[in-house]
Nanobody, 115 residues
Framework: QVQLVESGGGLVQPGGSLRLSCAASGSFFRINDMGWYRQAPGKQRELVATISRGGTTNYADSVKGRFTISRDNAENTVNLQMNGLKPEDTAVYYC?????????WGQGTQVTVSS
């Protein structure tokens, strides 16, 4: 069984910053891609950023230049540094881990950007 536990969400004013973290635990051999997705009320879940095991990153156009994804393969963690937050970034953010046979999701952490 694999578990992904997110932390770091909260309420922040526009222009502010938050750092999300996700730790994977359980029985597995190796995590390939890791990433962050988000889902706003009434909208579909969308990709925010992904990072390969080798460090190749991919970002949604809406967050390029503001968000930075990073990971620690030894610790099986992935982080998302979010700067310049906007009200439209408000959503539940989900951690994602892709392995050879399965894909796993965290429970989600709420990010609210509001004045």
């Amino acid at each position: 069984q694999v578990q992904l536990v997110e932390s770091g969400g909260g309420l922040v004013q526009p222009g502010g910053s938050l750092r999300l973290s996700c730790a994977a635990s359980g029985s597995f051999f190796r995590i390939n891609d890791m990433g962050w997705y988000r889902q706003a009320p009434g909208k579909q879940r969308e990709l925010v950023a992904t990072i390969s095991r080798g460090g190749t990153t991919n970002y949604a156009d809406s967050v390029k230049g503001r968000f930075t994804i990073s990971r620690d393969n030894a610790e099986n963690t992935v982080n998302l540094q979010m700067n310049g937050l906007k009200p439209e970034d408000t959503a539940v953010y989900y951690c994602n881990a892709r392995m050879v046979l399965n894909t796993y999701w965290g429970q989600g952490t709420q990010v609210t950007v509001s004045s």
